[in-house]
């Protein structure tokens, strides 16, 4: 019942930014945890970074202090600012909504940083 569409991705050269957005169609957006994960080829999937409901903020430890998670929940719009873009850094990057106990994924959006 929620559909996620994410938007921002592309390439861009280490040391550039990105932002990406994902809005939410459906479910109750201001109670639902979002989060950004990522998945490079051959690697699991991996949490980037999530806000709570609240507002309460987790990282990666790779990505902690480059990127920042916010959300307007008026806009139903979870955001991931990304800068200082590493290589490693690409993967492609889903937004997930998670209100129990479901969970909600994207299609995904492409980034690429070349050196």
């Known amino acids: 019942q929620v559909q996620l569409v994410e938007s921002g991705g592309g390439s861009v050269q280490a040391g550039g930014s990105l932002r990406l957005s994902c809005v939410a169609e459906g479910g109750i957006f201001s109670l639902a945890v979002m989060g950004w994960y990522r998945q490079a080829p051959g690697k699991q999937r991996e949490l980037v970074a999530s806000i709570t409901s609240i507002g309460n903020r987790d990282y990666a430890d790779s990505v902690k202090g480059r990127f920042t998670i916010s959300r307007d929940n008026a806009k139903n719009t979870v955001y991931l600012e990304m800068n200082s873009l590493k290589p490693e850094d690409t993967a492609v990057y889903y937004c997930?909504?998670?209100?129990?106990?479901?969970?909600?994924w994207g299609q995904g959006t492409q980034v690429t940083v070349s050196s």
């Open positions: 997930r909504y998670y209100r129990t106990p479901f969970t909600y």
